[in-house]
C-alpha cells in the first residue's frame, strides 16, 4: 500500500499543481489543508528549510518545491507522461518552466502587489516578460498539442491566477489586446472539462485573495 | 551509443554557469567546440541561439541552441545516456538533489554582490550568504552522510558541479574579502568537499586562473565604484 500526502492550501496555485499531476495519473492521494499562520509541526518538519508548500510525501519521504515534486511525480508514475519524451523537447520545457517561475512570477509580484519601488518600471518589465512569452504561444493549442503537459500546468498561474488577482487589484497588464495568443492558450487550457473541475472555485478564491491583499470588497 | 554529432559551447571563461556545462561534458567524454564570446560583443551566433536572455552558456547539438545551464546539464545527462550519470537514478534522491541545487543558485547572486561591493553593504551581504550556507551545510549532512568521498569511482555529478561553480574559486573571494569565508571551524563538509573535487583532473582542466580571476573581480569593483560615464 502506496500512501501519498499533499501539504497545501486550497487557493495556491504551487498546491494545484501537485493535485493536478497527480490526479493526471490516476494517483490517490491524503490532502492536508496548511493554515500559513499557524504551520503544522509535520509540515515544519517536512520542509525545514523553506517552510513551505506544498510539500509531497510519499511513504514517509518528503519531496519539496512544486516543480521538482511534478519532475519526481512524471518519473514515479510514467502513465500520462507529463514531460515530452525526446531530451531536446524536454529541455525546452524546462527552459520555459523556468521562464515562467523565475521571470514572469516575480514581475507580477513586483508589478500588481507591491505597495511601494517603482512601480511603473515593474509593470513595463512585467510587460517585456509577456511580450517573450507570447512569441512561444502557438494559435488555439496547448504547450502540448492537444493534452495538457508539463508546461500548461506551469502556466496555469498565468492563465487563472493572474487575471483574478488583476481584477482584484484594478490594476491590468496582461490584457487581452495586448497578448491576444496568452489569452487564447489559456481559453483552451481552461476550458479543458479536467481542469476546470480542478482548479479552486473563482467565487470561493476572490475574497480569500482579497483579504490576503487588504483589499475592501 | 551516440553517432558521430556536433556539439559546441558558446561560454566566457569566468562564468560559473558556464564552468558547468564544461565540467559537465568533459566528465561525460563529450567532445566538443568550445567558443568564448566577449560578453561586451555578444556573436550574432548567440544573439540568434539565446534570444531570451542572450547569456551564456548555450550548448548548440546538432544546431538546435539549448540555454539555461541547469537545463543543459540535464539535456546532457538524458541525451548521452551512458556512465558516469550526472544525476542518480532513483526519483526521491533527483528530486533531493535538484532540491539543493535550487537553493544554491541564489547564492551566486549574493557572492556576486558580496565581491563587488564594501563596507557595510558587503558586511551586510556577506553574513546573509554565511547564514544560508550554515544551512547547506547542515544539509549536506543528509547527501553525504558517511562524509565526502574521494571522487575515485564515482565522478562529480550535478549537485558537485553546481557547489563547486560557487566556491571552486573561494581563494579569490578570500583576496578580495581580505579573509577567508570558507572556514574549516564553520564549514567541514564544504571544505573537504571543495577539496575532494579538486583532485579531479576534469575539475583542474576547468577553473579558472585565481589571479586572472582575482583581476577581473577588481575591474568589476573599479566600474561599480567610478561614477558611470
Given at each position: 500500500m502506496q500512501e501519498i500526502k499533499v501539504y497545501g492550501v486550497w487557493g495556491s496555485p504551487f498546491s494545484r499543481r501537485v493535485e493536478i499531476a497527480l490526479k493526471m495519473k490516476g494517483v490517490e492521494y491524503e490532502f492536508i489543508e496548511e493554515d500559513l499562520e499557524n504551520k503544522s509541526d509535520e509540515l515544519l518538519m517536512y520542509n525545514p528549510v523553506h517552510k513551505k508548500i506544498p510539500v509531497l510525501v510519499h511513504n514517509g519521504k518528503p519531496v519539496v518545491e512544486s516543480s521538482l515534486i511534478m519532475e519526481y511525480i512524471d518519473e514515479t508514475w510514467k502513465q500520462n507522461a507529463l514531460l515530452p519524451t525526446d531530451p531536446y523537447d524536454r529541455a525546452q520545457v524546462r527552459f520555459w518552466a523556468k521562464f515562467i517561475d523565475d521571470k514572469i512570477m516575480a514581475s507580477v509580484g513586483a508589478a500588481l502587489l507591491s505597495k511601494g519601488g517603482d512601480i511603473s518600471k515593474a509593470k513595463e518589465e512585467m510587460q517585456e516578460l509577456l511580450t517573450v512569452l507570447e512569441s512561444e504561444i502557438t494559435k488555439n493549442k496547448l504547450f502540448g498539442g492537444d493534452k495538457v503537459s508539463f508546461l500548461d500546468i506551469i502556466g496555469l498561474f498565468v492563465a487563472y491566477w493572474v487575471p483574478i488577482v488583476q481584477d482584484i487589484l484594478g490594476n491590468h497588464v496582461l490584457t487581452r489586446d495586448k497578448f491576444p495568443g496568452i489569452y487564447e492558450w489559456a481559453d483552451v487550457l481552461l476550458d479543458d472539462a479536467f481542469i476546470k473541475k480542478n482548479l479552486p472555485d473563482k467565487d470561493k478564491l476572490i475574497p480569500i485573495l482579497r483579504s490576503r491583499f487588504g483589499v475592501k470588497p | 551509443m551516440t553517432e558521430e554529432s556536433s556539439v559546441k559551447l558558446h561560454g566566457f571563461w569566468a562564468s560559473p554557469y558556464v564552468q558547468r556545462a564544461v565540467l559537465a561534458l568533459k566528465i561525460k567524454g563529450i567532445d566538443f567546440e568550445y567558443i568564448e564570446e566577449d560578453l561586451s560583443n555578444k556573436s550574432e551566433s548567440l544573439l540568434k541561439y539565446n534570444p531570451v536572455y542572450k547569456k551564456v552558456p548555450v550548448l548548440v547539438h546538432n544546431g538546435k541552441p539549448i540555454s539555461e545551464s541547469l537545463v543543459i546539464l540535464e539535456y546532457i545527462d538524458e541525451v548521452w545516456t551512458d556512465s558516469p550519470h550526472l544525476l542518480p537514478t532513483d526519483p526521491y534522491l533527483r528530486a533531493k538533489h535538484r532540491f539543493w541545487v535550487a537553493f544554491f543558485e541564489p547564492l551566486f547572486e549574493t557572492m556576486f554582490t558580496t565581491l563587488v561591493t564594501e563596507g557595510e553593504t558587503q558586511k551586510t551581504v556577506l553574513d546573509e550568504l554565511l547564514e544560508k550556507m550554515d544551512v547547506a551545510e547542515q544539509g549536506m549532512k543528509e547527501i553525504f552522510p558517511n562524509g565526502v568521498p574521494p571522487f575515485e569511482e564515482q565522478k562529480p555529478g550535478y549537485l558537485d558541479i553546481v557547489f563547486y561553480s560557487l566556491y571552486g574559486t573561494h581563494e579569490a573571494a578570500d583576496e578580495i574579502l581580505g579573509?577567508?569565508?570558507?572556514t574549516v571551524e564553520r564549514y567541514p563538509l564544504f571544505v573537504s568537499w571543495v577539496n575532494a573535487l579538486k583532485q579531479v583532473p576534469e575539475v583542474n582542466q576547468v577553473t579558472p586562473s585565481i589571479p586572472k580571476f582575482v583581476g577581473l573581480l577588481h575591474a568589476i569593483r573599479q566600474r561599480s565604484a567610478s561614477p558611470k560615464a
Amino acid at each position: 500500500m502506496q500512501e501519498i500526502k499533499v501539504y497545501g492550501v486550497w487557493g495556491s496555485p504551487f498546491s494545484r499543481r501537485v493535485e493536478i499531476a497527480l490526479k493526471m495519473k490516476g494517483v490517490e492521494y491524503e490532502f492536508i489543508e496548511e493554515d500559513l499562520e499557524n504551520k503544522s509541526d509535520e509540515l515544519l518538519m517536512y520542509n525545514p528549510v523553506h517552510k513551505k508548500i506544498p510539500v509531497l510525501v510519499h511513504n514517509g519521504k518528503p519531496v519539496v518545491e512544486s516543480s521538482l515534486i511534478m519532475e519526481y511525480i512524471d518519473e514515479t508514475w510514467k502513465q500520462n507522461a507529463l514531460l515530452p519524451t525526446d531530451p531536446y523537447d524536454r529541455a525546452q520545457v524546462r527552459f520555459w518552466a523556468k521562464f515562467i517561475d523565475d521571470k514572469i512570477m516575480a514581475s507580477v509580484g513586483a508589478a500588481l502587489l507591491s505597495k511601494g519601488g517603482d512601480i511603473s518600471k515593474a509593470k513595463e518589465e512585467m510587460q517585456e516578460l509577456l511580450t517573450v512569452l507570447e512569441s512561444e504561444i502557438t494559435k488555439n493549442k496547448l504547450f502540448g498539442g492537444d493534452k495538457v503537459s508539463f508546461l500548461d500546468i506551469i502556466g496555469l498561474f498565468v492563465a487563472y491566477w493572474v487575471p483574478i488577482v488583476q481584477d482584484i487589484l484594478g490594476n491590468h497588464v496582461l490584457t487581452r489586446d495586448k497578448f491576444p495568443g496568452i489569452y487564447e492558450w489559456a481559453d483552451v487550457l481552461l476550458d479543458d472539462a479536467f481542469i476546470k473541475k480542478n482548479l479552486p472555485d473563482k467565487d470561493k478564491l476572490i475574497p480569500i485573495l482579497r483579504s490576503r491583499f487588504g483589499v475592501k470588497p | 551509443m551516440t553517432e558521430e554529432s556536433s556539439v559546441k559551447l558558446h561560454g566566457f571563461w569566468a562564468s560559473p554557469y558556464v564552468q558547468r556545462a564544461v565540467l559537465a561534458l568533459k566528465i561525460k567524454g563529450i567532445d566538443f567546440e568550445y567558443i568564448e564570446e566577449d560578453l561586451s560583443n555578444k556573436s550574432e551566433s548567440l544573439l540568434k541561439y539565446n534570444p531570451v536572455y542572450k547569456k551564456v552558456p548555450v550548448l548548440v547539438h546538432n544546431g538546435k541552441p539549448i540555454s539555461e545551464s541547469l537545463v543543459i546539464l540535464e539535456y546532457i545527462d538524458e541525451v548521452w545516456t551512458d556512465s558516469p550519470h550526472l544525476l542518480p537514478t532513483d526519483p526521491y534522491l533527483r528530486a533531493k538533489h535538484r532540491f539543493w541545487v535550487a537553493f544554491f543558485e541564489p547564492l551566486f547572486e549574493t557572492m556576486f554582490t558580496t565581491l563587488v561591493t564594501e563596507g557595510e553593504t558587503q558586511k551586510t551581504v556577506l553574513d546573509e550568504l554565511l547564514e544560508k550556507m550554515d544551512v547547506a551545510e547542515q544539509g549536506m549532512k543528509e547527501i553525504f552522510p558517511n562524509g565526502v568521498p574521494p571522487f575515485e569511482e564515482q565522478k562529480p555529478g550535478y549537485l558537485d558541479i553546481v557547489f563547486y561553480s560557487l566556491y571552486g574559486t573561494h581563494e579569490a573571494a578570500d583576496e578580495i574579502l581580505g579573509k577567508k569565508f570558507l572556514t574549516v571551524e564553520r564549514y567541514p563538509l564544504f571544505v573537504s568537499w571543495v577539496n575532494a573535487l579538486k583532485q579531479v583532473p576534469e575539475v583542474n582542466q576547468v577553473t579558472p586562473s585565481i589571479p586572472k580571476f582575482v583581476g577581473l573581480l577588481h575591474a568589476i569593483r573599479q566600474r561599480s565604484a567610478s561614477p558611470k560615464a
